[in-house]
């Protein structure tokens, strides 16, 4: 290595640290650059950024040049301008999670009664049980409410639990977790019909227990949700479906997460409860009073370590282990440090390890697992010495920012996989959990033993949410990690110097103050850090000194402590290190400032004191040159993007330029760090400090950088697209953020900075720096972005803050941060003019503090001219702003400017004798800063706090020429929230030699005020301002009283314009005077102008007015005139040419290539070229003309079958089953419509074989539906009988008729078009005192202005002009508005459906009904509530007349019908009709895709299409359109079609069809054309005033408007519901064979069952039917010949079964519900004396179920699963076969059965008998002798079952017992015989 400058530099080589560039032949150049840097900082002169570059200009010259880093931040003295000044604290908030369970599948179990369990934190709610099925269907919604800090609610666990409940107890069968985060994280923050894999967390080695189908979203304030379409295919693949991020793996396997936690250090001493004051006062001080232990936390599983008693360093080297899937759904770890209490424990400090920060889930190598350490986490909370108060413990908790360092614990986390499957159980210890968690304690109480089981996770400490049902984690003890060797620690140094301290509150300026700077525990004047054993080894560790044995298996890389790296270099001298730290500034009492006394400062104009804190830390510093490296990056980045966002919103065409620039330099960035990263990973591959973590971050950083290099590239290359810079825009900041989120390292080092303010001994306000901003780094790139440089601090009090600004001083301090060795460098930064005043300039000997070497007085003047958008603080809605400016020893105030958002101050505040220290130079680059605050004037109490900003004023030197200074707008900001902008000028003008008189004079007005001078005032030029006022919309009561007579007046720039009154606003709500205008004196800058308010007052009796509401536009730009464009001129020479196109003329005997199927489908006219030279464009019907009656029937439908194909997207075979299901008998109505719209709908989501096709294709929607397989629109009497292109033809008996769609919108319609304000626009008026809340914002909402601007400049000329068109009536505002006399019209309002409504009765469910409000008319359609669900379909249409404008925002309310007490209303959603009603889109009435005359599909608007098209053209002052034979004329543009059709043999001219397809289009018609509304349904979301902005469910609906003085339109739409059909299911059961036999007879062992069959449909348990027994079946063979019958309703376009039945006894209605047809038998065996035994099961699927086998032996039990033809019972109507039984998966049985299924009417005329009854009775069965049961037939039995067998036996052993007998009783009375013959002889 070469011979550096400084012997710092020498070790920093050796240690080859990040900055440091390795390649050897790049010597030369570095120390170039690095004296050009240095020449740079010495001069202060800025060097061109060209002269940095050097050779890096061109990164390809030469191999090496991409390791040099060529751009350099400038070196500025103070950091970057910030002027929000505090952020307001995190409240908690609304969320709403809501959930929809479908249904389960694959359930394990046998003959289970599953019901889905869901728990978030403490709630829980729980689906119906359904019976006996594996696959339950459920479809029930679910909404949990909660109010709660964001960070603690997306910590929540959602968990879902299948359960099987049997009498009393259930059983869990497998379940699923995942945290909220994961949900919110989402597209939508929603997960839509995914499967949940259930597992078995006790019992891993099993697999997987189910999937249960359902719908998370999780919604905050505001977010919509967007209603999903429920996705019912039969056959969906659930592996492909499963509830899991993108990119998640869908097998995932287990894993143990390792959390091990060796050692702390630096925890508070003193424990905060009562009962510890007491003992500290019996003890003393000196012993640490606290009783640590760890509780970590992980996705609903908590274990804690040991307890230590009386340390504050604790060793506890104990390992928690987890055992969860991996990656899991979780984004979390929570470690926690509590202190054990004898009343109860207490937190210390809490940490969160984001997984994602620790891991990289890219493939192969790339990615890496969770793995952090073994390092150190700083823990932050309450300041150390405070007493307990409330918010202290949230702040331990881990809410809000910690106010404080609470020590570091030292720990590892590493995860290792589980290879799956039953081997896996080796590895898994058992856990037992203990009885009791104080037992757990017990066990931890000697400190060795750690607390088995670590089920007192669960105790006290563990402050969760989920107390005392957490799964316990096991606990174990762990060796030591490698020695922490205290040799190893780095001496750093924080050096400080206190250049201003000012805005110090009164209240605490009366005692003298002093600030403290502290660094983890050193500094901390109040607890110091001499008492830990930070700084020398204790005991303790050099007793377990075993760092040179065996290396901790996890600790892969070597665990000896690595060598300090420079002793070899440089060997310390002890003398080096200062032995006293002095981290307090000397105490002071401040002064008060000068101008209006409100705040104090302290005199620091002489000398700035200086402090020094001396601290040792293992030197880590590496992690944070990384960062640092990565956050220059990022910072330079996103100045460029900034700027650039800031030119395109100028809409500047240098943005583009701007954007690229920076996307290049900042490939040039990134490839440089890569450059280093990579030196870094050879140089640091033996090193032994790197943690496994660090070297996976290195590696992963280089990735990312290297892939967001090839984003950016590609970004700059791409060319400008239509938008496209906006979108540059978007990817770009995306960049910055997935940069940003590389910034943060988890790994931590050196813990934050503080600075307290100390006043009397007490700690009152703090601000908190990170260490790594202010770390000093040889290398530029990887120094702090603060190091060396004068911040601004602004200090708050800690805990909870009060509303307005809670500063309580403001510092502006010079900070720097290193190593000791570093120190030399520490003033070299400091800005010229300051010299230290004594001591030295490195660590031995810190100076204690500095001098200004000269002093400079300056006058500094504020020019506050306006500010715009300020928060209303007062009732009326207004607010009465003034300002205070401070700066340093000043602080002056504005006047008050009464009853105004927008005050114009116009004045100037002169602060005289302002004394500054330090170069003029420095002062001129880098004045302080000034402080603005905006306050709202209370001539009662204290002012209010509206907002505040930080500016820099422009410096003018006595030596250079005077130059007025710009007026420029800063934004306010009020806490996080904008609080508008101010626009000002600031000037620091240094006063001369010869005094202030030689400053350029101000004007001073009476009062002693003066005014902005002229020069500064911004240059105005007259504009005109037209408005048009149309009129007030919902103005509410004022004062208790309606309003009724309003005025509006519109301010701007001083003028103020007056509307006419309106004289009545009850009868009439719009203005008289339509139009007027203003002339206004503007600022020529645009960017200067003004805001414009409208004021809305009511006039009272005795001429007194009172304010109603009002609104301020911020940004006049939007009303800026533009010139309409001249319509193309209609002058024509030549006729244009014919360009017909036709597709079906020629035969193509090949299908067309892809690329000519996208120009069918997209460009529907093939003339498209023409625009650009001709102005007219032929557009031409896809449609082929009748073909001669002779040519046989040509090839070239290929084409067209081709394009319909993008359309349909499946295969035509499901196409006509589908159709077919619908069964001839049903009639076509509008529900038809409605589902082939869903379908079309569905199939356009599921993306044709040509996406790019579709994409084109969409605007041509009505082109494409009537294509060539156009299927008839023509129901059963329809007129007009347009079969395309085939003649006349009856229509044939195979396919349906293709059906007319309508367009299916998932949101408002709003959404679509925009608020339909192209003719008028609404300002919303508000009144009353802004909150920080949002959600105020309804109380504070008083109506509507509708109105409209036009701002144009006057040139000299126009003057005269505008006087004559004033009174002509002239105005450029209102043109094509429509006059604004009251209107009548006729309403039809459509409801649908409704969707996801929020429960509103206990029961979780609802039963809602509908309610219309259009002005004074309400219907309450209560009657028809529909009971008990939460997705009810109305069906419902309600006709209105009404009166615009006094009838024009019509409300529909969804209330909840209640028996007792009032309705609650669930939800409610308005509609502005009048701005649809005069909207260009034309929003009254939709256009059909097809124009019939009568049928579901009859033309509902009162106008044709042709007389529609004629009005259109009128109104848009076009000439009328042509109607020639085939072809429509229309603003030059020809368009040609069918226009003759056959009616009953006679050909019929009608041009409807055409001019409907024109209308379609209207949107291509030049100048005027605009798309006009189709024919939908809306979907609009509801909201509830008691929950706002929380989504309450969606309702579909569309509103029809007819205007009466038009031709009465025709009957209104028929949607009521369709009633379900009924059928009869006819079951006939057979035979059974190979049934398992269950039971085996006690005397013979022989294996029998007594079998028989149950089955019902799902949904109608109640009607379960049996067959008899067939008793002892020993082959398995049943016969039964018994017939079910299942009568049951049915809905066919939805596939449904609708189920009546009444919940419960209690239950008022029959609630319906709509559930798969699904039919179960299961076979069953008999016991008599206990209960029987479920043997098998099968669920056949009537949509589709696999035919039956023929015989019993070809029916198999993957007949079920695989892809075989499958048959639907409502097309075969019948249907006979073997099935399968099954249990377990596996094969129990088979069964023989006859389906038949008949419609209800049929069944009447036919009718069966059940079981074996009339009519049609079915034989007995012939069943074998041997079926009967023993327990009625005890001899059958024994002669079937024993005789039989064993008659042989039986008789040869009763011949046998006879003989036996026989000899026995001969032995016995042989003797006596014998005797007695003997005896008598």
């Given amino acids: 290595m070469d011979h550096s400058d400084s012997p710092a530099n020498t070790r920093r080589k050796a240690k080859t640290m990040f900055g440091l560039k390795v390649k050897k032949k790049k010597k030369h150049a570095n120390k170039d650059l690095v004296l050009a840097n240095k020449g740079a900082l010495e001069s202060e002169v800025e060097v061109p950024e060209e002269s940095l570059l050097l050779e890096g200009e061109n990164p390809d010259d030469e191999p090496g040049t991409s390791a040099v880093r060529t751009r350099i931040i400038p070196n500025t003295k103070r950091a970057k301008l910030k002027t929000r000044i505090q952020d307001s604290e995190g409240k908690p908030q609304s969320f709403q999670i809501a959930i929809n369970i479908t249904e389960a599948r694959q359930l394990v179990g046998e003959n289970i009664d599953p019901s889905v369990v869901i728990e978030i934190g403490d709630e829980k709610k729980q689906t119906s049980v359904k019976e006996g099925t594996n696959a339950p269907f459920y479809n029930e919604y679910f909404v949990f409410d909660f109010f709660a800090h964001k960070e603690v609610f997306f910590d929540k666990v959602i968990k879902l639990t299948v359960v099987h409940s049997k009498m009393l107890r259930s059983f869990c069968i497998g379940s699923f977790k995942l945290d909220v985060w994961t949900v919110y994280k989402q597209p939508g923050h929603q997960f839509m019909n995914k499967w949940a894999m259930l597992t078995n967390p006790c019992d891993i080695s099993t697999g997987v227990k189910g999937y249960v189908k359902c719908d998370i979203s999780v919604s905050a304030k505001g977010d919509a949700m967007q209603p999903g379409q429920k996705a019912s295919d039969a056959e969906e693949q659930i592996d492909k479906n499963l509830l899991i991020p993108e990119g998640f793996p869908s097998e995932r396997p287990w894993a143990r997460f390792c959390v091990k936690v060796y050692q702390a250090e630096g925890l508070p001493r003193n424990n905060s409860s009562i009962m510890a004051n007491v003992t500290k006062a019996f003890i003393g001080d000196n012993t640490a009073l606290i009783d640590p232990y760890v509780v970590v936390s992980f996705f609903k599983q908590v274990g804690r370590t040991s307890t230590q008693k009386s340390t504050a360093d604790p060793v506890w080297n104990e390992q928690i282990?987890?055992?969860?899937?991996?990656?899991?759904?979780?984004?979390?770890?929570?470690?926690?440090?509590?202190?054990?209490?004898?009343?109860?424990?207490?937190?210390?400090?809490?940490?969160?390890?984001?997984?994602?920060?620790?891991?990289?889930?890219?493939?192969?190598?790339?990615?890496?697992?969770?793995?952090?350490?073994?390092?150190?986490?700083?823990?932050?909370?309450?300041?150390?010495?405070?007493?307990?108060?409330?918010d202290t413990v949230e702040l331990n908790e881990g809410i809000g920012e910690g106010v404080s360092y609470r020590g570091r614990v030292y720990m590892e986390l590493a995860v290792e996989i589980l290879s799956g499957g039953t081997g896996s159980e080796s590895k898994l210890r058992i856990v037992k959990p203990l009885k009791d968690a104080k037992a757990g304690k017990a066990g931890g109480k000697d400190g060795k033993t750690p607390a088995g089981g670590g089920a007192g996770g669960a105790a006290g400490g563990a402050a969760d949410d989920d107390?005392?049902?957490?799964?316990?984690?096991?606990?174990?003890?762990?060796?030591?990690?490698?020695?922490?060797?205290?040799?190893?620690?780095?001496?750093?140094?924080?050096?400080?110097?206190?250049?201003?301290?000012?805005?110090?509150?009164?209240?605490?300026?009366?005692?003298?103050?002093?600030?403290?700077?502290?660094?983890?525990?050193?500094?901390?004047?109040?607890?110091?850090?001499?008492?830990?054993?930070?700084?020398?080894?204790?005991?303790?560790?050099?007793?377990?000194?075993?760092?040179?044995?065996?290396?901790?298996?996890?600790?892969?890389?070597?665990?000896?402590?690595?060598?300090?790296?420079?002793?070899?270099?440089?060997?310390?001298?002890?003398?080096?290190?200062?032995?006293?730290?002095?981290?307090?500034?000397?105490?002071?009492?401040?002064?008060?400032?000068?101008?209006?006394?409100?705040?104090?400062?302290?005199?620091?104009?002489?000398?700035?004191?200086?402090?020094?804190?001396l601290s040792h830390w293992e030197d880590r510093t590496y992690r944070l040159y990384n960062s640092n490296m990565l956050e220059n990056i990022a910072v330079l980045f996103e100045e460029g993007v900034a700027s650039a966002a800031e030119l395109h919103r100028k809409s500047d065409p240098g943005a583009e330029l701007m954007l690229k620039t920076s996307l290049k330099e900042f490939c040039m960035d990134a490839r440089s760090f890569i450059a280093a990263a990579e030196a870094k990973l050879k140089a640091e591959l033996k090193s032994t400090y790197l943690t496994q973590l660090d070297k996976k971050r290195l590696t992963m950083c280089k990735q990312e950088l290297e892939s967001m290099i090839g984003e950016a590239q590609s970004l700059e290359e791409r060319k400008r697209k239509a938008g496209g810079m906006k979108e540059m825009l978007q990817d770009a900041t995306k960049l910055t953020q997935k940069l940003r989120f590389l910034v943060v390292e988890p790994q931590h080092t050196v813990p934050d900075i503080f600075v307290w303010l100390l006043s009397n001994n007490k700690r009152v306000a703090y601000a908190r720096i990170r260490a790594r901003d202010l770390l000093f780094s040889s290398s530029t790139e990887a120094k702090g972005i603060h190091c060396g440089k004068i911040i601004t601090l602004f200090l708050k009090p800690p805990g909870k803050r009060v509303a307005g600004l809670s500063v309580q001083a403001k510092l502006d301090v010079y900070l720097w941060f290193g190593t000791c060795l570093d120190s030399i460098y520490m003033l070299d930064d400091l800005p010229a003019g300051f010299s230290p005043a004594a001591g030295g300039t490195d660590a031995s000997n810190p100076p204690k503090s500095l001098?200004?070497?000269?002093?400079?007085q300056f006058e500094l003047r504020c020019h506050m001219y306006q500010a715009r958008g300020l928060i209303a603080a007062d009732n009326s809605g207004l607010s009465d702003p003034f300002a205070r400016v401070t700066y340093l020893s000043h602080s002056q105030t504005t006047n008050v400017i009464s009853q105004t958002l927008s005050p114009t101050w116009n004045q100037s505040l002169p602060m005289s004798r302002l004394l500054l220290s330090g170069d003029l130079q420095y002062i001129q680059q880098e004045p302080p800063r000034i402080l603005i605050e905006v306050y709202d004037d209370d001539a009662l109490g204290k002012a209010e706090y509206l907002g505040a900003t930080v500016a820099v004023p422009e410096v003018r030197l006595a030596s250079d020429p005077y130059r007025p200074p710009t007026l420029?707008?800063?934004?306010?900001?009020?806490?996080?929230?904008?609080?508008?902008?101010?626009?000002?000028?600031?000037?620091?003008?240094?006063?001369?030699?010869?005094?202030?008189?030689?400053?350029?004079?101000?004007?001073?007005?009476?009062?002693?005020?003066?005014?902005?001078?002229?020069?500064?005032?911004?240059?105005?030029?007259?504009?005109?301002?037209?408005?048009?006022?149309?009129?007030?919309?919902?103005?509410?009561?004022?004062?208790?009283?309606?309003?009724?007579?309003?005025?509006?007046?519109?301010?701007?720039?001083?003028?103020?314009?007056?509307?006419?009154?309106?004289?009545?606003?009850?009868?009439?709500?719009?203005?008289?005077?339509?139009?007027?205008?203003?002339?206004?004196?503007?600022?020529?800058?645009?960017?200067l102008h003004p805001p414009l308010s409208i004021t809305v007052v009511d006039w009272r009796a005795f001429g007194r007015s009172t304010l109603v509401g009002n609104h301020i536009i911020n940004n006049l730009k939007a009303f800026k005139y533009t010139p309409p464009p001249a319509l193309p001129a209609p002058i024509q020479t030549h006729k244009p040419p014919m360009v017909t196109y036709t597709p079906a003329r020629a035969p193509t005997p090949e299908p067309p290539s892809t690329e000519e199927l996208s120009q069918h489908a997209g460009e529907t006219s093939s003339t498209v070229a023409l625009t650009k030279d001709q102005d007219f464009l032929i557009t031409v019907e896809d449609e082929p003309p009748p073909p001669a009656p002779p040519t046989p029937k040509p090839e070239p439908k290929k084409t067209k079958d081709g394009k319909m194909k993008t359309t349909r997207g499946r295969s035509t075979k499901r196409r006509k089953r589908t159709i077919a299901d619908e069964s001839a008998e049903s009639v076509i109505d509008w529900w038809s419509k409605y589902y082939a719209s869903v379908e079309k709908q569905a199939k356009q989501k599921d993306g044709s074989p040509f996406p790019q096709v579709f994409e084109k294709a969409l605007p041509y929607q009505s082109l494409l539906s009537a294509g060539i397989d156009s299927m008839v629109s023509s129901s059963v009497g329809d007129k007009k009988k347009k079969h395309k292109g085939k003649g006349v033809m009856e229509p044939k008996p195979g396919p349906l008729p293709k059906l007319a769609t309508l367009k299916l919108y998932n949101k408002e319609l709003e959404a679509?078009?925009?608020?339909?304000?192209?003719?008028?626009?609404?300002?919303?008026?508000?009144?009353?005192?802004?909150?920080?809340?949002?959600?105020?914002?309804?109380?504070?909402?008083v109506g509507k202005f509708k109105g409209r601007f036009c701002l144009y400049k006057l040139n000299e000329d126009e003057d005269e002009d505008w006087e004559e068109a004033a009174d002509t009536g002239y105005f450029r505002v209102n043109r094509g508005i429509p006059p604004n006399c009251p209107v009548q019209v006729l309403i039809r309002v459509y409801i649908v459906s409704a969707s996801n409504l929020h429960p509103a009765d206990p029961d979780g469910k609802a039963d809602p009904y509908i309610v219309v409000r259009l002005g004074k008319n309400e219907i309450k359609d209560r009657d028809n509530y529909i009971p008990k669900q939460l997705n009810p379909v109305f069906g419902r249409s309600f006709e209105i007349q009404a009166s615009f404008p006094r009838e024009s925002l019509l409300s529909v309310l969804i209330y909840d019908y209640d028996l007792v007490g009032g309705d609650d209303l669930?939800?409610?959603?308005?509609?502005?009709?009048?701005?649809?009603?005069?909207?260009?889109?034309?929003?009254?009435?939709?256009?059909?895709?097809?124009?019939?005359?009568?049928?579901?599909?009859?033309?509902?608007?009162?106008?044709?299409?042709?007389?529609?098209?004629?009005?259109?053209?009128?109104?848009?002052?076009?000439?009328?359109?042509?109607?020639?034979?085939?072809?429509?004329?229309?603003?030059?543009?020809?368009?040609?079609?069918?226009?003759?059709?056959?009616?009953?043999?006679?050909?019929?001219?009608?041009?409807?069809?055409?001019?409907?397809?024109?209308?379609h289009r209207w949107a291509e018609i030049p100048a005027v054309g605009c798309k006009l509304v189709p024919e939908h349904i809306e979907t609009r979301t509801l909201f509830n005033k008691a929950r706002p902005g929380l989504d309450q469910g969606q309702v579909q609906m569309w509103v029809d408007m007819f205007p009466l003085d038009l031709p009465h339109p025709g009957p209104s739409v028929d949607i009521s519901p369709r009633k379900p059909k009924g059928y009869e299911l006819r079951i006939i059961i057979w035979n059974t064979e190979d049934v398992i036999l269950e039971d085996s007879n006690f005397l013979t062992g022989q294996q029998s069952s007594d079998i028989y069959i149950k089955g019902w449909l799902k949904g109608l348990e109640d009607d379960r039917q049996e067959t008899d027994v067939h008793y002892n079946s020993l082959t398995g063979e049943g016969n039964f010949n018994w017939r079910f019958v299942f009568p049951f309703s049915y809905l066919p376009a939805e596939k449904v079964v609708v189920v009546r039945k009444r919940e419960s006894i209690f239950s008022l209605d029959k609630t319906e519900q709509k559930l798969p047809a699904i039919l179960i038998l299961q076979v069953w065996d008999f016991e008599t004396l206990s209960s029987d035994d479920f043997l098998g099961t099968v669920e056949l699927d009537l949509h589709g179920f696999p035919r039956g086998a023929k015989t019993a032996k070809s029916c198999k039990a993957d007949m079920l699963t695989d892809g075989t033809e499958k048959i639907s019972i409502f097309q075969q109507k019948r249907a006979r076969g073997w099935w399968p039984f099954g249990k377990s998966g596996e094969l129990t049985g088979k069964v023989e059965a006859e389906f038949h299924l008949v419609t209800a009417e049929e069944a009447e005329k036919n009718p069966v008998g059940r079981a074996r009854k009339e009519p049609e009775p079915l034989p007995k069965p012939n069943r074998p002798d041997t079926s009967f049961s023993w327990f009625v037939n005890p001899f059958k039995c024994f002669f079937h079952l024993v005789w039989r067998s064993y008659k042989k036996y039986i008789i040869i052993a009763l011949v046998v017992l006879i003989t036996m007998l026989f000899l026995a009783l001969l032995f016995y009375t042989l003797p006596g015989a014998i005797s007695q013959k003997i005896v008598n002889g």
């Fill in 851 to 856: 001098l200004g070497t000269e002093e400079h």
């Fill in 467 to 613: 107390k005392g049902k957490a799964v316990a984690a096991e606990v174990l003890p762990v060796e030591s990690p490698p020695e922490l060797n205290p040799d190893d620690k780095e001496s750093f140094l924080l050096f400080g110097a206190l250049f201003e301290a000012t805005m110090i509150d009164r209240k605490i300026g009366d005692k003298p103050i002093s600030f403290e700077f502290s660094l983890g525990n050193y500094g901390n004047v109040l607890e110091p850090a001499g008492q830990s054993s930070l700084t020398a080894p204790s005991p303790a560790v050099s007793r377990r000194r075993r760092a040179l044995d065996v290396p901790d298996s996890s600790d892969m890389h070597g665990a000896s402590p690595p060598l300090s790296p420079s002793s070899p270099l440089l060997p310390r001298e002890p003398q080096d290190i200062p032995q006293v730290s002095k981290s307090t500034t000397p105490a002071e009492k401040p002064l008060i400032v000068e101008g209006n006394r409100y705040y104090m400062y302290l005199p620091l104009e002489k000398q700035k004191p200086c402090i020094n804190v």
């Fill in 968 to 1087: 420029q707008y800063s934004p306010l900001h009020c806490g996080s929230q904008s609080g508008g902008d101010l626009l000002a000028a600031f000037e620091l003008l240094q006063v001369p030699q010869s005094g202030e008189q030689n400053l350029p004079a101000l004007e001073e007005q009476e009062g002693g005020i003066y005014t902005v001078p002229d020069n500064i005032r911004p240059v105005l030029s007259t504009y005109r301002l037209e408005v048009l006022f149309w009129g007030l919309r919902e103005l509410k009561k004022v004062q208790f009283l309606s309003v009724d007579r309003p005025q509006v007046f519109i301010e701007c720039a001083g003028k103020t314009l007056r509307s006419s009154v309106i004289q009545k606003y009850k009868s009439n709500p719009n203005f008289t005077t339509l139009v007027d205008a203003i002339e206004l004196e503007l600022p020529e800058n645009e960017h």
């Fill in 321 to 390: 282990v987890f055992t969860e899937m991996f990656p899991p759904l979780c984004q979390r770890l929570k470690i926690q440090v509590w202190d054990e209490g004898s009343m109860s424990d207490v937190a210390i400090g809490t940490h969160y390890f984001d997984l994602r920060r620790i891991s990289n889930e890219q493939d192969g190598d790339k990615g890496f697992l969770p793995t952090f350490g073994p390092a150190w986490i700083n823990l932050y909370g309450s300041a150390r010495n405070f007493s307990l108060g409330d």
């Fill in 1312 to 1341: 679509e078009f925009g608020p339909f304000d192209d003719w008028v626009n609404t300002y919303e008026l508000f009144r009353g005192k802004a909150n920080e809340e949002d959600g105020a914002t309804d109380e504070r909402y």
């Fill in 1466 to 1559: 669930i939800g409610e959603t308005r509609i502005d009709l009048e701005n649809r009603f005069y909207s260009r889109h034309r929003a009254t009435c939709g256009l059909p895709t097809e124009y019939s005359l009568d049928g579901y599909n009859a033309w509902r608007d009162c106008l044709k299409p042709s007389e529609l098209l004629s009005k259109l053209c009128r109104d848009n002052g076009l000439e009328d359109p042509q109607f020639r034979p085939g072809r429509i004329t229309v603003a030059d543009k020809v368009f040609t079609g069918k226009t003759v059709f056959m009616d009953e043999d006679e050909p019929v001219e009608s041009y409807e069809h055409l001019s409907l397809k024109i209308l």
